[in-house]
């Protein structure tokens, strides 16, 4: 597809579980980048991949919270014993990564995760 | 600690009238972009302001740049049902920034 794609849609969890989001960017876009939005408020930073290092990985919350971009292209986030904090929309956005600073990032529709 | 505040927080207009929202910060920005976002969606891109005092129009949408880079408004006129989602807008403090700050957003619902 054209744009930035995010499987699953929805993801329902309990509590202390492990899930994996996955989010497919635009093909040929190096940089690649993870947002929480929680309810009622913008995005959140989260990570940011160049290629398949993580150039910035300042905004992971904790410990829980690791994600991986292994061929440079596909990430998956991975938050290993959920808590019910963790409900909130995670977004993921890619850009060229040509042109330095301030690129325009294209989001995808994120992923809703709950934790009961 | 958010460094972009939006105001107002809602916004409820009759279709026809105009409407301006603001975002404002205490922390100079190289550059401020406009998204909206409509439910179960991501964040879309309106609009990038890098000057201080930039004056943008995309159609019935006016976006400014403050002279400081510290704050942006984004006007519309004669607002459309069509125009109803939430607005956010983003900036980065250095020009090399990849990351972006988001402000919590503005809830714009236009009415028939």
């Known amino acids: 597809g054209a744009g930035v794609s995010q499987t699953p849609s929805n993801k329902v969890t309990e509590k202390g579980k492990y899930v994996e989001l996955r989010c497919d960017p635009i093909?040929?876009?190096?940089?690649l980048y993870w947002y929480r939005q929680s309810l009622g408020q913008g995005p959140e930073f989260l990570i940011y991949f160049q290629g398949t290092g993580a150039a910035d990985d300042s905004g992971l919350p904790n410990d829980r919270f690791f994600a991986v971009r292994p061929e440079g292209s596909v990430s998956t986030l991975k938050i290993q014993r959920t808590e019910r904090g963790d409900s909130a929309v995670y977004l993921c956005?890619?850009?060229?990564?040509?042109?330095?600073?301030?690129?325009?990032?294209?989001f995808g529709p994120g992923t809703r995760l709950l934790v009961l | 600690t958010q460094l972009l505040k939006q105001s107002p927080q809602f916004l409820s207009i009759q279709e026809g009238e105009n409407l301006t929202v603001y975002c404002n910060s205490s922390s100079v920005f190289s550059s401020l972009q406009w998204y909206r976002q409509e439910p179960g969606e991501g964040p879309v891109l309106l609009v990038t302001v890098v000057t201080g005092g930039e004056v943008k129009k995309l159609k019935r949408l006016t976006f400014q740049f403050g002279d400081a880079r510290k704050d942006s408004s984004l006007h519309i006129t004669a607002a459309q049902t069509g125009d109803t989602g939430l607005y956010l807008c983003?900036?980065?403090?250095?020009?090399?920034?990849?990351?972006?700050?988001f402000g919590a957003g503005t809830t714009v619902t236009v009415r028939a």
């Open positions: 093909s040929g876009h190096t940089a």
């Open positions: 983003a900036g980065a403090v250095n020009s090399n920034d990849y990351k972006l700050s």
């Open positions: 956005a890619s850009s060229s990564g040509l042109a330095g600073g301030g690129e325009t990032q294209y």
